[in-house]
């Protein structure tokens, strides 16, 4: 069982009010995953994306986090840096949990929800390096088993990503989950945002980028060599 520290509970809150920052409109349900992976060279390299579901009495498709700026006329540049500190901010979380835990594995992806004022975090330990599943497949499973998509709503090789997945020996089955109430509200979201006051006070540190895929399955992945 996970044991969390208080600066885990801290780091917690701190991902809340990133995301709450980062969405524009009012939203009933948000899904985020994210990776970090340990590669030769002290080199760490991971994904993030998150989708969330736009309040309304009609059912609405999710919103995938890369689609927000051109949605809502925001600069794209300043909103990925945003997303970069988000990212930042689960490298920390991950950095905490070895502290804690020195001589245990530790996660290699987290999938965080928030809906209904509960703050839930799922913790995977597979070895996304070994993967059979590139991680473009990986989303494609994971958006179908979190946001409800299923195969009739999928495209020819999303249906047959998902039919190997279900056919596949490889065990995804290690994982760990905690359950808390949401710990802030009010947060001013990105619609104020200003983008002269945002540089003088947010100090951004810069990733390489590559998009996995161009299309609405965008992942932001990150590449970043320790010093």
Request: net charge neutral; charged share 35%; aromatic share 14%.
């Amino acid at each position: 069982m996970i044991e969390h520290t208080q600066k885990i509970k801290e780091l917690y809150e701190d991902i809340q009010r990133k995301l709450f920052y980062m969405i524009p409109e009012k939203w009933d349900k948000l899904y985020l995953y994210a990776s970090v992976m340990e590669r030769l060279g002290n080199v760490e390299t991971g994904e993030l994306y998150f989708y969330y579901i736009p309040k309304g009495i009609l059912k609405k498709n999710p919103i995938n986090v890369y689609e927000v700026p051109a949605k809502f006329n925001l600069d794209e540049k300043e909103y990925i840096k945003l997303v970069e500190k988000l990212y930042n901010t689960i490298k920390e979380l991950r950095m905490e949990f070895k502290k804690v835990e020195p001589l245990k594995d530790v996660w290699s992806n987290v999938t965080i929800s928030i809906q209904n004022n509960k703050f839930k975090v799922e913790y995977g330990y597979e070895d996304l390096l070994k993967s059979k599943f590139s991680s473009y497949e990986r989303h494609i499973i994971w958006r179908s088993k979190y946001l409800n998509i299923g195969v009739d709503r999928c495209n020819k090789q999303e249906k047959e990503v998902l039919k190997q997945f279900i056919e596949s020996p490889e065990v995804w089955a290690r994982k760990e989950k905690y359950e808390t109430g949401i710990y802030i509200q009010d947060i001013q979201n990105i619609v104020d945002f200003d983008t002269q006051e945002y540089k003088k006070v947010e100090n951004i540190e810069n990733f390489s980028q590559e998009e996995e895929c161009a299309t609405t399955n965008q992942i932001l992945m990150y590449n970043k060599e320790k010093n």
